[in-house]
């Protein structure tokens, strides 16, 4: 008797190098169909973030109409924006619907799920689309990817040199992160300039920066941004790195605007905060993966 392979639900959060035109982005993420959770776009990062999830086989077609969609309408070579990029269809990571260290459960996917499905989606991308594809995991890190490409690191699969217009794809597997964007801004009647933010937020993110957290500081609309990636939210989440920014910029003599949470979190991550500071923090209820996989069924 052949066994049969229940389906098994997972994530992908595909950023695209598109912010601006958002047009283009809806026929972007048009493509995602009924896998499609959550679009956040951003004109001064020039980037949208895409959070599709289904079952491993409705989100594989997902993907590839998404990815076929950003390659054939978003020209890298006229691409200005102030996030880091390598392609078109810029990171493609593949996410089991549990956190990590949690056994697999009956519906859920493990990382190695996750990482047949990335080794899979490269090679056809790498094939289909001529698309360079660096993959990241627990082999190596996105940051790994973003230093190395086409210098120190070949493509995983496909050319051997970027796309004309498309550049190329990180395609990773890794557990469910949080992406989260803090603003500073003077005190009250302070002379302070643009380009004294900018150095403070990347103070700032260089404090921040360890296990668990990536973090950057950035020009932004004429103020700056501290652009973080949670990589272990449920032990260093929203909650502690909102309030180890307010505290160092209080330091500096700033404060905090206001916070973004950037795509969907999980129920695991938003269990963890007291639902007073929800608000506070630009979090709620409605924005969870499994709310918005409940209500797309």
């Known amino acids: ?60 077609d997902a993907v590839q109409a998404v990815v076929a969609e950003a390659v054939e309408h978003i020209d ?13 269809a810029d990171v493609v990571p593949f996410v089991p619907l549990l956190p990590a260290g949690q056994p697999t459960a009956a519906g859920g996917a493990s990382l190695d799920v996750a990482l047949g499905l990335r080794d899979r989606f490269a090679r056809w991308a790498g094939t289909a689309l001529a698309l360079p594809c660096f993959l990241y995991g627990p082999e190596r890190s996105l940051p790994e990817v973003r230093a190395g490409a086409f210098s120190s690191l070949s ?58 957290v990536r973090a950057l500081g950035l020009a932004v609309a004429g103020t700056a941004q501290v652009s973080c990636n949670l990589i272990d939210p ?10 180890r920014v307010v505290a160092a910029a209080e330091a500096d003599g700033l404060r905090v605007a206001r916070a973004e949470l950037v795509g969907l979190v999980t129920d695991a991550v938003l269990e963890r905060v007291p639902a007073r500071r929800w608000a506070e923090l630009g979090l709620s209820a409605e924005r969870t993966v499994e709310a918005r996989l409940a209500e797309s069924r």
């Open 1 to 60: 008797m052949v066994a049969v392979v229940p389906p098994r639900d997972l994530e992908c959060v595909v950023n695209v190098s598109e912010g601006r035109d958002l047009a283009v982005v809806d026929r972007i993420a048009t493509a995602g169909g009924a896998c499609l959770l959550d679009v956040h776009s951003d004109p001064d990062h020039n980037r949208s973030v895409l959070t599709l999830a289904g079952t491993d086989t409705d989100l594989w």
């Open 234 to 243: 449920v032990h260093v989440g929203p909650e502690l790195v909102h309030d």
């Open 76 to 88: 890298l070579t006229s691409h200005r924006g102030v996030h880091p990029r390598l392609g078109a």
């Open 155 to 212: 493509p995983d699969t496909g050319p051997a040199t970027p796309h004309p217009t498309a550049g190329a794809s990180a395609v990773g597997a890794r557990h469910a992160l949080v992406a989260y964007n803090l603003w500073l801004a003077p005190a009250v009647d302070d002379p302070r300039h643009a380009d004294d933010l900018v150095a403070a937020a990347r103070r700032i993110a260089a404090q921040l920066r360890g296990p668990g």
